[in-house]
T-cell receptor, first 113, second 117 residues
Framework: DAGVIQSPRHEVTEMGQEVTLRCKPI?????LFWYRQTMMRGLELLIY????????DSGMPEDRFSAKMPNASFSTLKIQPSEPRDSAVYFC???????????FGSGTRLTVV | AQSVAQPEDQVNVAEGNPLTVKCTYS??????LFWYVQYPNRGLQFLLK??????LVKGSYGFEAEFNKSQTSFHLKKPSALVSDSALYFC???????????????FGKGTKLSVIP
C-alpha cells in the first residue's frame, strides 16, 4: 500500500489566490481527517469525514476554507481566497475503525505571500 | 470534551540514557491512547497505542508506554536513547465510546526530544 498520498508537497501562492490541496486515503479506510500544523498552534483538526460524509467541520477557521470528499478515494481542501496567515503544513490522515491508529500523509507545505 | 497535555516542550537526554516523554489526558469514556513521532519535514508516524489489556504497551523502535488510569497518564519511555530518536513526539487520545464522534483524535502540543551524543 502506498499510504496516504497528498499533493502537492509544496505550494507557494499569492494572497487572494485559490489553493486546492488533495488527498488520497488508504484504500478501505472509512475515515479521513484534515489537520493543519503551525509552530504557534500545533496540530489542529480542521474537518473529518466518515464514510465520505463530513462529521465535524468546527475546526475550519472560516468560510474561506472548504473540504469535500466526493468518493472514498479522494478528498480536497480548498482555500479561497488565501491569506498569508494560512501558511502552514496541512496533513491528511485516514483510519479504519476507532481503535485503529491514523495513517498520515507527508503533508502539503503552503506558503501564501 | 477530550484533551491531552504534554507538559514539556523539550526534553534533552544523553545518548544511552533512559528517556521519558510525559503525557496526561482527559476523556469522558474509556481512553484510546496513541503516540506518534514526527521527523523534520515528514508526516506523523504511529509508534504505539493502548486500547485495552496490559498497561505496558510496546511499540516501534524500542519504545514503550505505560497506561496509568488513576493518574490519567500515558508516558512514553525507552531504556536507552539513540541520537536517531531525536524528533517531535505527539501524544493523542480518542474516546473509546461508540458513535462518529469517537473517531476524532485529539493531539497534544508535542514534545521535542533531543538526544545528545
Amino acid at each position: 500500500d502506498a499510504g496516504v498520498i497528498q499533493s502537492p508537497r509544496h505550494e507557494v501562492t499569492e494572497m487572494g489566490q485559490e489553493v486546492t490541496l488533495r488527498c488520497k486515503p488508504i484504500s478501505g479506510h472509512n475515515s479521513l481527517f484534515w489537520y493543519r500544523q503551525t509552530m504557534m498552534r500545533g496540530l489542529e483538526l480542521l474537518i473529518y469525514f466518515n464514510n465520505n460524509v463530513p462529521i465535524d467541520d468546527s475546526g475550519m477557521p472560516e468560510d474561506r476554507f472548504s473540504a469535500k470528499m466526493p468518493n472514498a478515494s479522494f478528498s480536497t481542501l480548498k482555500i479561497q481566497p488565501s491569506e498569508p496567515r494560512d501558511s502552514a503544513v496541512y496533513f491528511c490522515a485516514s483510519s479504519l475503525v476507532p481503535a485503529s491508529s491514523y495513517t498520515f500523509g507527508s503533508g502539503t507545505r503552503l506558503t501564501v505571500v | 470534551a477530550q484533551s491531552v497535555a504534554q507538559p514539556e516542550d523539550q526534553v534533552n537526554v544523553a545518548e544511552g540514557n533512559p528517556l521519558t516523554v510525559k503525557c496526561t489526558y482527559s476523556v469522558s469514556g474509556n481512553p484510546y491512547l496513541f503516540w506518534y513521532v514526527q521527523y523534520p519535514n515528514r508526516g506523523l508516524q504511529f509508534l504505539l497505542k493502548y486500547i485495552t489489556g496490559d498497561n505496558l504497551v510496546k511499540g516501534s523502535y524500542g519504545f514503550e508506554a505505560e497506561f496509568n488510569k488513576s493518574q490519567t497518564s500515558f508516558h512514553l519511555k525507552k531504556p536507552s536513547a539513540l541520537v536517531s530518536d531525536s524528533a517531535l513526539y505527539f501524544c493523542a487520545v480518542r474516546d473509546g465510546g461508540s458513535g462518529a464522534g469517537s473517531y476524532q483524535l485529539t493531539f497534544g502540543k508535542g514534545t521535542k526530544l533531543s538526544v545528545i551524543p
